[in-house]
């Protein structure tokens, strides 16, 4: 047994923790570092062992991580799992998402780490199950129902898809508010449900169980109030942890790009997406992303009973025609990843991909007979000249709706179904002074200035049509 010996400070935060490791190198073969620096018992990277017995100290991990050293893996794996456990509080959490954000991590530890998330928890498995089982990841953006039309269209073409989803946050939508517009839908199903609703229907959307990567959703919570979502390692390890974790053979990720997304640019995007398609091959899952347009919202309705009215017009064959490109782009990856020799159009125009909607929706207690909330109040928006509408920010629209009603500030918020944002016209469409251009819907009157401004400078009528941009901007395998 090696003995690292280092000089101790007399009183130890109460972080430090004992945990028995099986290895002292990280998961590339390289022994873990070990510096002494003249800076005090802080600056001592401790990889001490004393019959086994490893100590860690999460100040000085933080600190390697804030200098730009490689943590070991026995680091990050007690880290996470301490963090989990309550043992490592929320500000030394929170002060190690901000070095990630700056430091990034190397491809192996990103590797342990999304272990570490996945491990946190349970994993899923679906041993009987006889159809392919495929899943799809969105990394948010405005306007983005596309899981209501895709599960149930991916379903009908003969895939089995679990899509456990979250609650919006911000300016973008959460799947489950929105299928929670229909009257008497559950979101909260047991695993049991789970299981049984897979083998009938073929598509279930619901609510993540808080088993599955714990350590993520404590993670998420800290990254969302601190500036350290957009980070390329902690999104991936966080998006694929919990997608490992559910089980699928087959994940296609919709890596949204533009003004209303996390990444900005398709360079941004491209990073995020290798390094997720890496974790899921590595993974065993078949991983391919599509990096999506998300400077303009998708379709024209944003906003959570909205956007269910929406997904309902693309499942009965009509919908805005960007929405009907993305969806059929993703499910045309999924069912070849699920190995599934089906057009995903044709499944479409059938109406059995409906049948499966109705079918999904019935099964979670949802009754599609009873009309969807309305908001109580709108206000349009027109043009005030003539002229070709040349940008609509989806940013801005995201954060109209969200101050509306349509979105939380705080988990615990309470949010208005039927608040949101229509669209009447789209880059490249020519309108006249005095169409309707947007229509704000609220529950609440005294929102609509606070709604307004988020719309200053979003829009903007021109003279020459805006080039016409690519719904998919790429696919990474
Ligand atoms: N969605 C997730 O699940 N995690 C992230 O970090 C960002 C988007």
Wanted: hydrophobic residues 45%; contains cysteine; charged residues 20%.
């Amino acid at each position: 047994m090696r003995v690292y010996s280092a000089r101790i400070g007399a009183s130890q935060p109460a972080s430090i923790v004992d945990r028995r490791l099986d290895d002292n190198r990280t998961s590339s073969g390289r022994p873990e570092r070990f510096s002494l620096q003249c800076l005090g018992w802080r600056a001592v990277n401790l990889r001490m062992r004393d019959n086994g017995i490893v100590n860690y100290n999460a100040v000085e991990i933080i600190e390697h991580k804030r200098d730009g050293f490689t943590l070991s893996d026995g680091e990050i794996a007690w880290l996470i799992d301490a963090f989990t456990r309550g043992t490592i509080p929320d500000e030394q959490m929170s002060a190690m998402a901000m070095a990630v954000y700056f430091q990034g991590l190397s491809d192996a530890e990103l590797s342990v780490w999304t272990q570490a998330m996945i491990t946190s928890g349970v994993r899923m498995s679906f041993p009987e199950l006889t159809k392919p089982l495929v899943d799809k990841h969105s990394t948010g953006g405005v306007g983005d129902k596309i899981t209501l039309p895709l599960a149930p269209l991916v379903a009908a073409c003969g895939a089995a898809v679990p899509q456990l989803s979250g609650r919006g946050l911000g300016h973008t939508g959460g799947t489950l508010d929105k299928l929670e517009s229909i009257s008497g839908w559950r979101a909260y199903l047991s695993d049991a449900e789970i299981h049984a609703q897979l083998a009938s229907v073929g598509a279930v959307v619901c609510a993540a169980g808080d088993g599955l990567a714990p350590a993520d959703k404590k993670l998420y919570a800290l990254r969302d109030v601190t500036g350290t979502v957009p980070s390329i390692e902690l999104m991936s390890s966080s998006i694929m942890s919990k997608k490992i974790a559910e089980g699928a053979s087959g994940l296609v990720l919709d890596v949204k790009v533009g003004d209303g997304a996390f990444m900005k640019t398709v360079e941004q995007a491209s990073v995020l997406a290798q390094r997720m398609v890496a974790l899921g091959t590595a993974a065993g899952v078949k991983t391919v992303a599509l990096l999506t347009n998300m400077n303009t919202p998708l379709g024209l309705k944003v906003g959570n009973a909205l956007e269910v009215e929406e997904s309902i017009e693309v499942l009965a064959g009509g919908g805005p025609a960007d929405l009907v490109e993305l969806t059929l782009a993703l499910a045309t990856t999924m069912v070849e990843l699920a190995g599934l020799d089906v057009d995903p159009a044709a499944v479409l125009a059938s109406g059995k991909a409906m049948d499966t909607w109705r079918a999904m929706i019935a099964a979670q207690g949802g009754d599609l007979s009873v009309p969807l909330p309305t908001a109580r109040y709108t206000h349009t928006i027109t043009a005030e000249s003539d002229g070709i509408l040349t940008r609509i920010d989806a940013l801005g629209v995201g954060i109209c709706s969200w101050r509306l009603g349509a979105g939380r500030t705080r988990k615990e918020d309470s949010i208005s179904l039927g608040a949101g944002v229509v669209i009447h016209a789209k880059p490249g469409d020519r309108v006249r002074a005095g169409d309707p251009l947007l229509t704000l819907h609220t529950d609440d009157e005294s929102l609509f200035p606070a709604g307004l401004s988020a719309l200053d400078g979003t829009y903007e009528i021109g003279e020459v049509a805006p080039p016409p941009q690519p719904m998919v901007f790429a696919r990474i395998d």
